[in-house]
């Protein structure tokens, strides 16, 4: 940029910059003086006498995006200080106005030497305006050209990627913030996706920590995720932590950081599985391939990494690879939900023109609610051979439930529940077992390898009672302790009683399968006699009542407005199992439990009302 250029800027004559930058400006008026004085300064002109002596041993550094973090810069400094080199250095923070501006200062310098880092596609058109004179430039970073000097950012995201694809993940995020490195970790994360013949999808790419995000891990959506910065990482990871998510137990976490010194956030304990960026060693391969071209040699080598994980804390097989954690035995239905103006009582007629279909059955349920949860959960059960079992499959394994228990039995059809719900939100029930029905004993021990790893089993009586006691003995056998939720039946044999850990029914429930008492304490002390360990009686709008052999409490509802309470049991019972699998204490667990049974009740349905994790842990968060 020459003085004919910031006249044109300032909308003066070259021979009114002249006077003003040589202070012979007292016939200018203070306004043209600023004018061309605020160019002057914007675009760092200095006039060619005073450059020339110090151009011969000046590299500029204009940078795309901040650096005072980064050690590029340090590995530059390195070897130009070295070799004898100033070095001025700018930073164009994303912005061509700002890149221009820097541009000019550069050459006002006189710099003989130029590492460039452009800030887009568009930058390069005024690279021409910067190869002016004997200047040597080197293009660095993804928009500097064919040419242009590249950090391995592309392949350090196929690589992170590909380390999870090698340990069995297929649903995979990548969580990125804006950078130099984006746009290249993108483009690895994809390749990398479909080379190893994986989808991609816009809802895998998040740029920022959010309550998505949690909501898909919670689920089972999301089981890896690759960061492109270690600070976001580190965000991420804290978070997960605060909400009872444990990496990689629950999902794996992977991430590129600079090199030692240069994270915005320390990890003295390694918690994080990453990748090392080497960023001052690139520096110092830019800056000697610069200084080679300006002083005639051979040009030095290409900047070459490659990586390896600098731990593997919080990096594993995904969670539907590891030993299940909980089974479910029990119904799988069809739901059709009918929204009445009032329930239907003897004699009388009700008519709707709203209804839904779904698959529903306490089996089901529970195993959807514990998935939502985020547990690995096994549902063993029987359906018809008929179009219905289709949807069953269908819509549980997009929950995340593992339907390789689950059995068509020929002959059959699948069970169906017909629910009506009146204005208030109550319910009323009529169900036709079906394939439930045909649920034997000798069933279960057929499907016994599924029970294998299971913490806990949840078993209801919508089934057979032989087969309940079935699956109370083979999750007894491997060491699972026994959930049983007594709907439907008038008495429990002692032999299934004695396996039980934790029984959980209603009122109702409880007078019909312990008469004898007089009380509600009465007959949660008479289940304990029969071998019980923990009873927990729920009471609707009242709460529950937990009954076991050191304490006696009462837990109030969570304060909702209910517009549907079908399969609030459901949500209580499987939330209750999830918050036991999550090393929470009875008192604790039955308490969350009460939110979610609570929760479920405010929106229509069973399954889509069941709570996540994510919401689950947020409103009990400090305590």
């Not at 994303?94 to 800030?119: C, F, H, M, Y």
């Not at 219905?388 to 394994?397: K, T």
């Not at 021990?445 to 009672?465: D, K, N």
């Not at 060491?479 to 934790?502: L, N, Q, T, Y």
């Amino acid at each position: 940029m020459d003085i004919g250029d910031i006249a044109k800027l300032a909308g003066v004559s070259p021979s009114t910059v002249s006077k003003v930058i040589n202070h012979k400006d007292a016939s200018i008026s203070a306004s043209t003086r600023e004018r061309v004085l605020k160019v002057v300064r914007d675009y760092h002109y200095t006039p060619y006498s005073r450059a020339r002596a110090n151009r011969d041993w000046l590299i500029g550094v204009i940078f795309r995006s901040p650096i005072s973090l980064d050690s590029t810069l340090d590995g530059i400094l390195s070897v130009a200080q070295q070799a004898g080199y100033a070095t001025l250095v700018f930073d164009s923070n994303a912005d061509l106005e700002q890149e221009r501006k820097n541009i000019a200062a550069v050459k006002s310098a006189g710099a003989t030497g130029i590492i460039w880092e452009p800030v887009n596609e568009n930058s390069l058109e005024d690279r021409a305006s910067l190869e002016t004179g004997d200047a040597r430039v080197l293009t660095i970073g993804s928009y500097g050209g064919d040419q242009s000097l590249l950090l391995p950012y592309e392949v350090a995201a196929y690589d992170i990627t590909n380390e999870l694809v090698r340990r069995g993940h297929e649903r995979i995020a990548c969580l990125v913030t804006e950078g130099r490195r984006t746009r290249d970790f993108i483009k690895g994360f994809k390749r990398c996706l479909f080379e190893n013949g994986l989808a991609f999808g816009g809802a895998q790419l998040f740029t920022e920590v959010s309550s998505e995000l949690f909501t898909k891990v919670g689920t089972g959506e999301i089981t890896g995720i690759v960061c492109s910065h270690y600070q976001i990482a580190a965000t991420l990871y804290a978070r997960l932590e605060s909400l009872h998510y444990h990496a990689p137990d629950d999902v794996s976490i992977v991430s590129l950081r600079n090199d030692a010194g240069t994270s915005w956030i320390a990890d003295t304990n390694d918690a994080i599985s990453t990748y090392t960026i080497r960023n001052s060693d690139f520096g110092r391969i830019a800056c000697g391939r610069l200084i080679d071209q300006i002083e005639g040699r051979e040009q030095s080598e290409e900047f070459f990494q490659s990586f390896s994980l600098d731990n593997e804390n919080s990096i594993g097989q995904p969670s539907a690879h590891q030993p299940k954690h909980a089974v479910v035995v029990g119904s799988i239905n069809i739901d059709t939900r009918l929204s009445v103006p009032a329930l239907p009582n003897t004699g009388t007629t009700v008519t709707t023109r709203t209804s839904l279909v779904y698959p529903g059955g306490k089996g089901a349920n529970e195993a959807v609610g514990l998935a939502k949860l985020g547990h690995r959960v096994v549902l063993v059960g029987d359906v018809g051979v008929d179009s219905s079992s289709d949807m069953v499959y269908q819509v549980l394994e997009g929950y995340g439930v593992d339907t390789s228990g689950i059995y068509r039995k020929p002959g059959t059809e699948t069970g169906r529940a017909y629910i009506f719900v009146d204005q208030q939100g109550e319910s009323m029930i009529g169900i036709l077992s079906g394939a439930n029905a045909s649920l034997q004993a000798h069933d279960v021990h057929a499907r016994e390898e599924l029970f294998e790893g299971a913490q806990y089993c949840l078993v209801q009586s919508e089934i057979p009672m032989e087969a309940v006691a079935a699956a109370c003995d083979v999750a007894r056998a491997h060491g699972s302790r026994v959930i049983f939720k007594p709907a439907s039946c008038k008495s429990i044999p002692d032999e299934v009683v004695s396996r039980v850990s934790v029984l959980v029914p209603n009122q109702t429930e409880l007078e019909a399968i312990c008469p004898e008492g007089s009380s509600l304490e009465e007959r949660a002390e008479l289940l304990l006699e029969r071998g019980v360990e923990a009873v927990v009686v729920t009471l609707g709008a009242e709460g529950c009542y937990v009954h076991t052999a050191t304490y006696r409490e009462s837990f109030p509802a969570a304060p909702f407005e209910s517009i549907d309470t079908t399969g609030a049991g459901d949500a209580f019972v499987s939330a209750l199992a999830a918050c036991l699998l999550d090393g929470d204490d009875l008192r604790l667990a039955v308490m969350k439990a009460n939110y979610a049974a609570g929760f479920s009740t405010t929106r229509e349905g069973v399954a889509s009302s069941l709570i996540d994790r994510y919401t689950l842990e947020r409103a009990f968060q400090g305590q």
